[in-house]
T-cell receptor, first 115, second 111 residues
Framework: NAGVTQTPKFRVLKTGQSMTLLCAQD?????MYWYRQDPGMGLRLIHY???????AKGEVPDGYNVSRLKKQNFLLGLESAAPSQTSVYFC??????????????FGPGTRLTVL | QQQVKQSPQSLIVQKGGISIINCAYE??????FPWYQQFPGKGPALLIA?????SEKKEGRFTISFNKSAKQFSLHIMDSQPGDSATYFC??????????FGEGTQLTVNP
């Protein structure tokens, strides 16, 4: 099992460009999440999904869109990138609602720089 | 608004010493409190977790202490090793739908 994988690993964008980050999991998990990690701010939830075809906003959703057309994939889109979106993006998944018996598994991250 | 506050921001400990990281939360509806460990260039990984109906949970050298009345919980790493050098995050969840993370603590264990 590959677990949670993210594509690409690194990307540099110019202000105003668009891009899509792809997250894939092979664990048949229902829940998937997108976070951004910035120094001194921990991980902040952007959007999440509790099942195929569903999405919901997290703490910092502005400037991002997501889609969950297939259970195993969760896409994060930036329509018009801004320097404030320079960050490391992590995707995660969990089998079901989080608990002592359902942990969240993280991908390796995508480092995005917006010039 | 940060609902989970973590301290210290950085911590340096000698090999064999005890590392202590503290977190405080505001929302009394939180019912799941995990700690994550992150090595440079990697994604976070679950280290240990606790529910608020117990005051302590131990797994090997790692212990969570939980004080429900004070709305605080902490991670203790006994006999700290250089391999424990990483960034540690506390987090909290309500009804299992999403996690709210603390700011993170960068731990360095000197040999």
């Amino acid at each position: 099992n590959a677990g949670v994988t993210q594509t690409p690993k690194f990307r540099v964008l110019k202000t105003g460009q668009s891009m899509t980050l792809l997250c894939a999991q092979d664990m048949n998990h229902e829940y998937m999440y997108w976070y951004r990690q910035d120094p001194g701010m921990g991980l902040r939830l952007i959007h999440y999904s509790v099942g195929e075809g569903t999405t919901a906003k997290g703490e910092v959703p502005d400037g991002y869109n997501v889609s969950r057309l297939k259970k195993q994939n969760f896409l994060l889109g930036l329509e018009s990138a801004a320097p404030s979106q320079t960050s490391v993006y992590f995707c995660a998944s969990s089998r079901d609602a989080l608990s002592l018996y359902n942990e969240q598994f993280f991908g390796p991250g995508t480092r995005l720089t917006v010039l | 608004q940060q609902q989970v506050k973590q301290s210290p921001q950085s911590l340096i400990v000698q090999k064999g010493g005890i590392s202590i990281i503290n977190c405080a939360y505001e929302n009394t509806a939180f019912d799941y409190f995990p700690w994550y460990q992150q090595f440079p260039g990697k994604g976070p990984a679950l280290l240990i977790a606790i529910r608020p109906d117990v005051s302590e949970k131990k797994e090997g050298r790692f212990t969570i202490s939980f004080n429900k009345s004070a709305k605080q919980f902490s991670l203790h790493i006994m006999d700290s090793q250089p391999g424990d050098s990483a960034t540690y995050f506390c987090a909290a969840s309500m009804s299992g739908s999403r996690l709210t993370f603390g700011e993170g603590t960068q731990l360095t264990v000197n040999p």
